[in-house]
């Protein structure tokens, strides 16, 4: 059933506090999660910290304010009156003198800490006082744990003489009580107390960022202190396992002398909550957790979260040792970026963001020089900028590494022969052309080849890029040709050349070819070398 709350409880600015009333025992926790829980801890502070604490809220506002929590009256009342009602406080009546009939009615509401409001409190301040650190094993206990067994059986061989007629005394009865109290609690605070150090130790495994200090530390603490408890819980098992044997089977005489104390009882006639080891079960459980019996025993699951640790100790070696791996710590690149961020202004904070997580403003970045179109560049809006093919993998994956397999390498003897007979087949036609040069001779008038007529042109256009003056009769021998030209300067003489796509006119010279004879003597050689 969800009741809204009646906003006494609730801060005089905000919003009515949404409650839901469940009448269980998870009311009993509803104060921590209250945005005036700060409010409430220091109420239960006042009212289940000390011992038998009961106060009115005009009381309790007083002392509230010495201790910097300035509530009035009816604030301290509103909020004794929620916390009754969530079963953390009850309500005592206690005769008071009253001026006025409110003074009456509020003195008569005073307020001490339920059961289990006291019990809640001193474990939610137990866990807020507590440090993240790591916390000690009381592995001291374990001998102690031995000696209380010893003292348990020497007292039963003392009471075990009333089976002889002789009176137990209740003094006796009394130590052996304490002593099975105080193995039970030793068991417990063993229990707590290791369980904290390796969730602590769970805890730090955890980190992926050991380096340096940290896990040297951390390695210490692993083979040293790891290994003290191990060696304890080693060494005080056996004896532990032979006392609870040998108590177990005097349980009977155990209980039933335990059981002559007296036993305080509830007003409705049912037993009170008694201490741990009065009964058969709770015996059982305790030589179960050395044993095994029931299951994984207690000295077993601590030697396999020791190897687990060491197991782990030795990850985070290889991870530190390895040259390039993937779980390479940026503890300290972060712990350096942010120490750059608390000495930088707004603005050079703004570039360092920017910098750091590559939160740039859009810009059209291009692809590169295959793009055929270069107009767009970087201060081009993506709404102007002509469409550009992004790869597959860039658009859905940003990955820019090449897919499938590498082309093969070309072999490059096909190219080399392939150079080799574009050549042979050029100097064949210049040769060829050569020769119908040598045979016009005089080539005033001739009619050749288009490819004859262009070789003249280049090996004239040779010939007046050495000799500009033509003063005189100049010679230009070609030896891969087996050709030399001739020309003889005449003013009055035009050289025309004719070939089927037009003729050439060369004026002021007569031009001749003839044979190299060079040329002819070698290439019988060449033959025969060949």
Request: aromatic residues 6%.
């Amino acid at each position: 059933m969800a009741v809204a709350s009646n906003g006494l409880d609730q801060p005089e600015s905000s919003a009515p506090e949404q409650i839901l009333v469940t009448g269980t025992r998870h009311d009993l926790f509803r104060y921590l999660t209250s945005p005036l829980a700060e409010e409430y801890r220091a109420l239960l502070g006042l009212l289940a910290g000390p011992l038998l604490a009961d106060y009115s809220p005009a009381e309790a506002a007083a002392l509230l304010s010495e201790r910097g929590h300035h509530l009035t009256e009816d604030q301290v009342y509103a909020r004794c009156e929620a916390l009754e009602r969530w079963g953390n406080l009850v309500r005592g009546v206690r005769d008071t003198h009253a001026a006025t009939i409110r003074e009456f009615h509020r003195g008569r509401n005073r307020f001490h800490a339920s059961k289990l409001g006291g019990r809640i409190y001193r474990d939610t301040e137990s866990i807020m006082s507590a440090s993240e650190g790591a916390r000690e094993v009381a592995r001291e206990l374990l001998g102690a744990t031995v000696e209380r067994l010893d003292s348990i059986l020497s007292r039963l061989d003392v009471l075990a003489l009333a089976d002889a007629g002789e009176s137990v005394s209740a003094l006796d009865v009394e130590a052996l009580a304490g002593d099975v109290t105080v193995v039970f609690s030793n068991q417990r605070l063993f229990n707590e107390s290791v369980s904290d150090f390796y969730a602590y130790l769970n805890q730090v495994l955890t980190r992926y960022d050991l380096v340096g200090s940290e896990y040297q530390q951390f390695k210490e603490l692993l083979l040293t202190y790891i290994g003290l408890i191990t060696a304890d819980v080693t060494r005080h098992t056996p004896a532990i396992i032979d006392r609870l044997g040998q108590i177990d089977g005097r349980m009977n005489t155990l209980l039933t002398l335990l059981d002559t104390q007296a036993r305080l009882i509830a007003h409705d006639g049912s037993a009170a909550e008694q201490q741990a080891g009065r009964t058969a079960e709770e015996w059982a459980l305790l030589t179960a957790w050395y044993t095994g019996s029931a299951g994984r025993s207690g000295p077993d699951t601590l030697r396999a979260a020791a190897d687990q640790a060491l197991g782990q100790l030795l990850t985070n070696a290889k991870r530190m040792l390895a040259a390039a791996g993937t779980g390479l710590s940026r503890r300290d690149d972060l712990i350096k970026l942010a120490g750059w961020f608390d000495k930088s202004d707004m603005d050079t904070a703004h570039r360092l963001f920017a910098a750091a997580f590559g939160a740039y403003s859009s810009r059209h970045l291009l692809l590169g020089p295959d793009i055929a179109l270069t107009v767009d560049g970087v201060s081009t809006s993506w709404w102007d900028a002509a469409p550009v093919d992004v790869p597959v993998s860039l658009r859905e994956r940003g990955d820019r590494s090449a897919r499938g397999r590498t082309s093969p390498v070309p072999d490059p003897g096909l190219a080399r022969e392939a150079v080799l007979a574009s050549a042979r087949l050029e100097i064949e036609a210049r040769r060829a052309a050569s020769a119908e040069l040598v045979a016009a001779g005089d080539l005033d008038g001739a009619h050749v080849s288009p490819a004859a007529r262009d070789l003249v042109m280049d090996q004239l256009g040779n010939l007046m890029a050495i000799h500009q003056d033509l003063s005189s009769t100049l010679s230009f021998s070609d030896t891969d040709l087996g050709m030399v030209l001739t020309v003889v300067p005449d003013p009055n003489r035009v050289t025309v050349i004719s070939a089927s796509d037009g003729a050439v006119s060369i004026h002021g010279v007569s031009l001749h070819a003839t044979p190299d004879q060079e040329t002819d003597d070698a290439r019988p050689r060449e033959a025969a070398l060949a």
